[in-house]
């Protein structure tokens, strides 16, 4: 079997869509519940909240459309409007939540945060960050270190960028990462998810 060098023949999440937004704020459920997938996946009643969920999203089918030929596609919409943000998020967040979970998320929105180092203090074991590195892809940012500052993220398409994926575990957050951000990436919106 031969593995080709800078070409792909098999499509994946965000080649033709700008589901990166949708998939951050899973992520960012799954991180802050602490969920894991069990033996057969994550189950039924899982997937059943999620089509729940998307099925409140504002403007949902932009999120199917190649936003990088369609300023609609994507957050395309969204990108002026903060409210909008906020509100899929929360939508999401109570669909996807247990009974034991309702009411437990508050999403904050910053729009000052222009730098990885300015997002790190809204990490905690508690809150995750949903950004858009250079505005081009929707990443939850899950753990941080300082001195340098490294910020971890959780990326949708993360498995089509490297030959080798790797999940790291940050224990004292007890979440997963499958990325970095870089410290020259510029930020617009960042959007704190707290939890419990």
Same mark, same amino acid.
């Given at each position: 079997?031969?593995?080709? !060098? ?19 704020? #899973? ?9 894991? /997938? ?70 904050? #929105? ?22 858009? /590195? ?29 030959? !080798? ?6 224990? /004292? ?24």
């Amino acid at each position: 079997m031969a593995y080709r !060098e800078n070409k792909r023949y098999i499509l994946s999440q965000g080649d033709l869509d700008g589901a990166c937004f949708l998939y951050s704020i #899973i992520n960012a459920y799954i991180s802050l519940t602490v969920r894991r /997938p069990g033996r057969q996946g994550w189950g039924n009643k899982f997937y059943k909240r999620w089509d729940k969920a998307i099925a409140y999203i504002p403007h949902l089918t932009d999120f199917f459309i190649c936003s990088s030929i369609n300023e609609n596609g994507g957050t395309g919409r969204y990108d002026d409007n903060a409210c909008l943000f906020k509100l899929a998020v929360e939508r999401v967040l109570y669909e996807m939540s247990t009974q034991k979970e309702k009411g437990v998320f508050q999403v904050n #929105i910053h729009e000052d945060r222009h730098h990885p180092s300015d997002i790190k203090k809204l990490i905690s074991k508690n809150s995750v960050v949903i950004v858009c /590195p250079d505005y081009e892809h929707w990443v939850v940012c899950v753990a941080c270190k300082e001195n340098p500052t490294i910020v971890y993220t959780a990326c949708s398409a993360e498995l089509h960028y490297f030959k !080798e994926y790797n999940e790291i575990f940050h224990k /004292p957050n007890n979440v997963y990462s499958n990325g970095v951000l870089s410290n020259r990436c510029s930020l617009g919106l960042a959007i704190q998810i707290v939890g419990k």
